[in-house]
């Protein structure tokens, strides 16, 4: 039984989410044209990855019942906030069997890989923990989605 | 009154005590044969169950093909116990509720009391608790009990918490801190949190779905309880964490359980007429327990129906706290403490348990070899403890939080093969 109420209802929150979704495109990734990583570097990434983090965030980044994706929500909850503190937070806590073994490249280039497969595009530089102490985790569009 | 020496340096602390609370009063009074300064000790391990009180115990099924689940958590151990102390953040208060080691179930009404008082003293018109662990949600069930508003904010609800990957049961002393390093003061404090929480606990006794619940807990051994047990310390230590800033024995770990053995039900022997295990000496310790389904849910139903608030939101940096708008915070944030408040003094202590299919009929705990399987209502829970005879040092430093499921198997195999004997004497 929809009376007129659910259908306002219906209306009102499609034109939301559509607001949303252009709210979402403005705010999305940083200007236009920066370089959050090379794709070699993203490869160097994928390949630390396999080694030090798919055991237990899972080989396609899906994580598990105990264990935090680094895909979908994992965006939404890193959007816009300063990579270094996902920087940080990675070099101190992870891997969480051996925290704050891995070196602040490998953590570059995990980050690198991470970036890619939450849809953030290469470019032309390798992001360095120096230079990403300035970046933001770029927001997610529908273009980004994966 | 009790002849019992309260200071926990007289105790004996070296027979392995962890999850094996209730009891330990009788089992640890006999280590390095104290029996004579200790009579009421005596006496209490001495009486031996009436006839006829040991019921037809329904054997378990304990097979490694059974296993449905096996769930790793890590302690959030703290050599001076839980963080309980209150710091500025920008304009907010700050009260801390974290670090409960292998206690925090059984001490979590308690210490909510106290950082709700600390919050309560400020006169706030609403709080907000960060974490929804077992400390996060009695903490924001307590602050509405003591008339506030309260908004949870966090990354997980129960269910994905680490506390649901606990045994659950009452072990208010299990690795909740050092003895030096926390001191006498913490001692009052964890008498004060045990003895609150265990009255909240009785109050959720008897209700539909059993969310808390007592077993009768059968404690096995091949060799009589008074006989000295060789020393589970580590045999290569060096030092001990005044020295290397990590617990490197057993004996350096607090046992408090003295201190409330008057409201705590004594264990009793069996004589080897009732005893219907194919091991020689055995007693019974009634233990009470939490049954994470039942009792999770009610305690979220309660703290709607208070009208309760719940945001899914991680942070990512002490300073986020300033961007709630509750002025005080109360932060519950368990093992992730270490991380996010970078408090380097959480220890991870590694633990797991394995989950078979509930077997209903079945209502009673067995311990042996360094293992426990225990019938909840959410599933036959089977813990190796202390398999590797490393006592409490089982586990320190170790945050490999992945399931292991020879380990699980190894427990597993240890009741498999006592129930295979089952009852003794047939067969
Ligand atoms: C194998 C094992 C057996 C145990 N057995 C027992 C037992 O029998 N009896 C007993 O009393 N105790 C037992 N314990 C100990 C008990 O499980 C812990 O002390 C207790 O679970 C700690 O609860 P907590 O709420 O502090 O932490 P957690 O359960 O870890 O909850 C932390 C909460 O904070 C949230 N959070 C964390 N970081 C963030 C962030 N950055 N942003 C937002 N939210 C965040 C999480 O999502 C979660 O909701 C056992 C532990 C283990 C490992």
């Given at each position: 039984m929809r009376g007129l109420q659910a259908r306002l209802r219906d209306a009102a929150l499609g034109a939301g989410l559509l607001a949303l979704s252009v709210q979402v495109a403005h705010a999305a990734p940083a200007r236009a044209g920066t370089s959050y990583y090379t794709a070699a570097q993203a490869g160097r990434g994928a390949t630390a990855y396999q080694q030090f983090c798919?055991?237990?965030?899972?080989?396609?980044?899906g994580g598990a019942f105990d264990v935090p994706p680094l895909v979908g929500r994992f965006a939404a909850n890193w959007a816009g906030a300063p990579l270094g503190a996902l920087f940080d937070y990675m070099s101190?806590?992870?891997?969480?069997?051996a925290p704050g073994t891995l070196t602040p490249e490998q953590n570059a280039d995990l980050l690198a890989f991470m970036l890619r497969e939450n849809g953030a595009p290469a470019g032309s530089r390798d992001l360095t923990p120096e230079g990403l102490k300035t970046m933001m985790f770029p927001k997610m569009t529908f273009a980004t989605v994966k | 009154m009790n002849g019992f020496p309260d200071d926990p340096k007289n105790m004996p602390t070296r027979l392995g005590r962890r999850g094996l609370f209730a009891g330990s009063l009788a089992f640890g009074a006999l280590a390095g044969g104290r029996w004579a300064s200790v009579p009421a000790a005596a006496a209490a391990l001495r009486r031996t169950a009436v006839p006829g009180t040991v019921p037809r115990l329904v054997p378990m099924r304990p097979h490694a093909d059974q296993i449905a689940d096996i769930k790793v958590c890590l302690r959030p151990f703290r050599a001076a116990g839980p963080r309980l102390d209150v710091e500025r953040v920008g304009g907010k208060v700050v009260i801390h509720n974290y670090g409960h080691g292998g206690s925090g179930w059984s001490l979590s009404w308690g210490s909510a009391e106290m950082a709700v008082g600390k919050a309560a003293a400020l006169s706030p018109r609403r709080v907000a608790v960060v974490g929804c662990g077992v400390i996060g949600l009695t903490t924001a069930l307590t602050a509405q009990r003591a008339g506030l508003d309260v908004t949870i904010y966090t990354r997980d609800l129960l269910p994905h918490t680490r506390s649901v990957r606990a045994n659950g049961s009452w072990t208010p002393d299990s690795r909740v801190a050092l003895t030096a390093p926390a001191g006498p003061q913490f001692a009052d404090t964890w008498e004060r949190m045990a003895r609150y929480s265990w009255k909240s606990y009785r109050?959720?006794?008897g209700l539909p779905g059993n969310p808390i619940d007592f077993r009768d807990s059968y404690v096995l051994s091949d060799t009589p309880f008074d006989a000295p047990e060789p020393e589970p310390e580590n045999p290569d230590?060096?030092?001990?964490?005044?020295?290397?800033?990590?617990?490197?024995?057993?004996?350096?770990?607090?046992s408090y359980g003295e201190r409330i053995r008057d409201i705590i039900p004594a264990s009793e022997l069996l004589s080897a007429q009732e005893n219907p295990f194919a091991v020689p000496y055995a007693r019974r310790e009634p233990l009470m327990i939490f049954n994470f389904g039942a009792y999770g849910h009610l305690l979220l139903s309660e703290f709607y129906q208070a009208g309760g608030r719940i945001v899914i939101r991680e942070f990512h940096t002490p300073a986020d706290m300033k961007t709630l708008p509750e002025p005080v915070i109360i932060n519950?944030?368990?093992?992730?403490?270490?991380d996010l408040w970078g408090d380097r003094s959480l220890i991870p202590v590694r633990g797991q348990t394995a989950w078979l299919p509930p077997q209903p009929d079945v209502a009673y705990g067995v311990r042996y070899k360094g293992a426990s399987a225990l019938s909840k209502s959410d599933g036959l829970m089977i813990q190796g403890f202390d398999m590797s005879g490393l006592g409490e040092m089982d586990g320190v430093g170790n945050s490999f939080e992945h399931a292991d499921r020879s380990e699980a198997e190894k427990a597993i195999g240890i009741f498999e093969n006592l129930f295979a004997r089952f009852p003794a004497g047939q067969g």
């Open positions: 798919a055991v237990c965030h899972g080989a396609d980044l101190k806590a992870m891997p969480l069997f | 109050d959720y006794l230590h060096k030092g001990d964490y005044a020295t290397t800033g990590m617990p490197q024995q057993s004996s350096e770990f607090a519950c944030p368990g093992y992730a403490a270490r």
